[in-house]
């Protein structure tokens, strides 16, 4: 199982290899739980461990594998982040997208070697969605030959780049680039931050962290801001754009070929997510496993609470949820990476159709992995509100991605652009233009669902179903907002009046793509006991999936009352198959303890003697009677008593 999930037998040894390595390394483990850190520690502790890793990684790891490197990062430095998280997930992807052959070679190398530290930063105070109005500037100046970066006012500041505030010293910057007094639009640019010997801030920058967040602490997310900050013209990143020393400006090939940088981190994040997903259940499915509480037949003796079926139903759809997410995840890092290799060599057609895919999948996922973390901390009872559970530090990183890169309604939105389009030929008679990931809604559907009727059809009545209610919820999204516009509304004000509509459509659409992922990898499976296992799981996910969005095929009677009482069956029936297997299927994601750095998710189960041990080393415990007693309360006590 381990092999499906990561992607091969090769990839699950070597995971397992790298695990035992960093077991073996105590310097690579956290010196002490990190929820009894304060927020300095806990960055001090990362780089310390950042800068042994950057020694030893060689000797744990294939550096040039990102699957491998992420494992390690997983293990040794864990989700809160570190002082160059942004360095590897956006930095060095910019520049390796972005950067024309001869910066690379004179950037690239640099970065990779971790002779410089960069981050990507985009984002300010004042926008965040709306690129176009990044008050940023980088105005060409002729006459040296330089673009000149600043920050007009408050608004304009860089606010939130990860390790931007004390850990970077160069970033990719977005400013909007002005030439002659036209304005070009925003561009990325490599930008020097710090002096390279003493780390101090170049003079016209103003940096520093904007403070502690919900989660993710140890990343020093940052503010910056220019004032008439210099940097030479070939630092405008010049693999697709170009500028020339007389200041013709060169257009890419594609107008949206900068945001090849968010289009990466939206692939790869799927998989991060479903990671999260599961590691959450994980914790949550072993402590069931081992808390006994109440009894189902009163003569019998306490049950373990994984044997109560409103558990199964809280933990087991999410569960399908992992899985689906990481073959979802996997299915479009190979597609973007197709992408990329296309758009190097100029082939930019098929930017549009990744860009729709992941703006949806990430939406989905990020949402929904968050509904099933918060559910696993749940389960866990009071246990799981501690921090010894950890759950509330993998919710807290997690939900960041419902936010960053994007959005989520506003990328929805985004898919829905593409949906409408695609609506649009459908209405005109032009299905045959459709793409491979809407081809299915210029197919006529039969009238009702045959769910019930054909049990073995191997999924296809579902998958029918599933496009049906998203080729229904487009058309009439899309409806809607062409209805408006021939009513005389303007376009921006019928789309605004249809988004919630047209966002309905877009997740719809997304889960589609999702189930058929999911089922597209369980047909590929060869192993007869594998494929059994991950069927069951499919089917629970089938059937919860469409009990989910049920309404969307009740309305039109493509479902009926009894067929949905037979997908309500089909989950309970699938709940209580998938228990003896809960375990194991967290289990074969095989993370070790000192990545889930949880008490209550232990592999040995041992979790009360654990939780003891763990509320002792409490710093709070260090003495019997604390300072704030005896310095506030204590008096207190005493003049009551007088
Ligand atoms: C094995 C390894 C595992 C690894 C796992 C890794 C896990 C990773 C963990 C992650 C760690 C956490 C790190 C966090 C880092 C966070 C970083 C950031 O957040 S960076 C900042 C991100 N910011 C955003 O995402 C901003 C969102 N806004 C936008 O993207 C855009 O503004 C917009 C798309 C909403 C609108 O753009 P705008 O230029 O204003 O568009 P227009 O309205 O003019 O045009 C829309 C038009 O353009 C098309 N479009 C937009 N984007 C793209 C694109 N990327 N590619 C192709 N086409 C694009 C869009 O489809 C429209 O087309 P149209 O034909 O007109 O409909
Ligand atoms: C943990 C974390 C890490 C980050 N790291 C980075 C980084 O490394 N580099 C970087 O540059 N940035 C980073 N960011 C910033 C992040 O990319 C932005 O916060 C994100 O893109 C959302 O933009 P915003 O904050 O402007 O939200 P807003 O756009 O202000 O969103 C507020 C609300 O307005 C709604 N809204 C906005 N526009 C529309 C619209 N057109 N239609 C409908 N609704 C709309 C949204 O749906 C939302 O409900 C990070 C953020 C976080 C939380």
């Not at 500041?157 to 030439?179: D, E």
């Not at 002659?180 to 920058?205: C, S, W």
């Not at 997740?507 to 999911?518: C, G, K, S």
């Amino acid at each position: 199982m381990a092999a499906q999930i990561w992607g091969s037998e090769k990839r699950a040894r070597r995971r397992r290899e790298i695990s035992a390595k960093i077991a073996q390394m105590p310097e690579l483990h956290d010196s002490k739980p990190l929820p009894f850190m304060t927020r300095e520690e806990k960055i001090m502790e990362s780089a310390r461990k950042l800068t042994i890793l950057t020694e030893k990684m060689g000797q744990i790891i294939d550096p040039t594998d990102p699957a491998e490197l992420y494992h390690l990062n997983n293990e040794v430095l864990g989700l809160e982040g570190n002082p160059m998280a942004l360095h590897g997930v956006m930095f060095i992807p910019a520049l390796s997208a972005q950067a024309s052959d001869e910066q690379q070679a004179k950037w690239l190398p640099r970065a990779l070697r971790r002779e410089i530290i960069g981050t990507y930063a985009q984002t300010e105070l004042g926008h965040g969605t709306n690129l176009q109005n990044l008050e940023t500037t980088a105005t060409y100046d002729l006459a040296t030959q330089e673009f000149v970066l600043h920050t007009p006012q408050i608004t304009a500041l860089k606010w939130w780049p990860g390790n931007l505030g004390k850990s970077s010293n160069y970033a990719v910057v977005v400013a909007h680039m002005i030439i002659k007094a036209k304005n070009y639009g925003p561009h990325p640019f490599m930008v020097q931050l710090r002096d390279e010997k003493t780390h101090e801030p170049l003079p016209g920058i103003t940096i520093g962290d904007i403070g502690p967040k919900m989660a993710y602490n140890i990343v020093d997310n940052g503010f910056l801001g220019f004032n008439k900050y210099r940097i030479p013209r070939t630092n405008l990143l010049m693999r697709h754009t170009k500028v020339e020393a007389d200041g013709t400006y060169i257009k890419p090939p594609h107008a949206k070929i900068n945001y090849s940088a968010m289009v990466h981190v939206r692939a790869y994040m799927l998989t991060g997510q479903a990671i999260m997903l599961a590691s959450a259940l994980n914790i949550a499915t072993r402590y069931s496993s081992v808390r006994r509480q109440g009894q189902i037949d009163k003569s019998q003796p306490e049950v373990k609470v994984l044997e109560y079926q409103t558990q199964q139903h809280r933990l087991f759809p999410s569960i399908a949820r992992a899985y689906a997410f990481q073959f979802a995840g996997a299915e479009t890092v190979k597609l973007y990476e197709h992408v990329l290799k296309e758009m190097k060599s100029g082939n930019v057609s098929l930017m549009a159709d990744l860009h729709a895919l992941t703006s949806g999948l990430k939406s989905v996922v990020t949402y929904q992995t968050g509904e099933g973390i918060e559910q696993a901390r749940m389960a866990c009872g009071g246990h799981g509100y501690s921090m010894a559970s950890y759950i509330s530090e993998i919710y807290g990183v997690a939900i960041g991605g419902c936010t960053y890169e994007g959005e989520n309604m506003v990328m929805l939105l985004q898919l829905a652009r593409y949906l409408v389009k695609s609506a649009a030929l459908v209405k005109s008679g032009q299905s045959s233009k459709l793409g491979p990931l809407v081809a299915y809604l210029g197919v006529k559907s039969e009238p009702t669902s045959l769910i019930d009727r054909i049990p073995n059809s191997g999924f296809t009545e579902y998958v029918k179903t599933f496009q049906h209610v998203s080729k229904r919820q487009t058309l009439k999204a899309a409806d809607m907002f062409f209805g408006l516009m021939e009513k005389g509304e303007k376009r921006e004000i019928a789309w605004n009046k249809c988004s919630v509509e047209l966002n309905r459509a877009s997740r719809l659409h997304t889960r589609l793509f999702i189930v058929e992922a999911f089922v597209r990898r369980v047909n590929e499976i060869a192993d007869i006991r594998i494929k059994e296992a991950l069927t069951d799981l499919l089917h629970l996910h089938v059937n919860y999936e469409l009990l989910d969005i049920a309404s969307y095929a009740l309305e039109d009677g493509f479902l009926s009352a009894s067929q949905l009482d037979y997908i309500r069956d089909q989950v309970y029936l699938y709940l209580g198959k998938i228990r003896p297997n809960a375990v194991s299927l967290l289990d074969s994601w095989e993370f070790s303890d000192i990545e889930l750095r949880s008490v209550l998710g232990r592999r040995d189960g041992n979790v009360y003697e654990n939780l003891f041990k763990w509320a002792k080393s409490s710093p709070l415990n260090k003495t019997d009677v604390l300072s704030s007693v005896t310095q506030y309360l204590k008096p207190m006590m005493e003049k009551a008593r007088l």
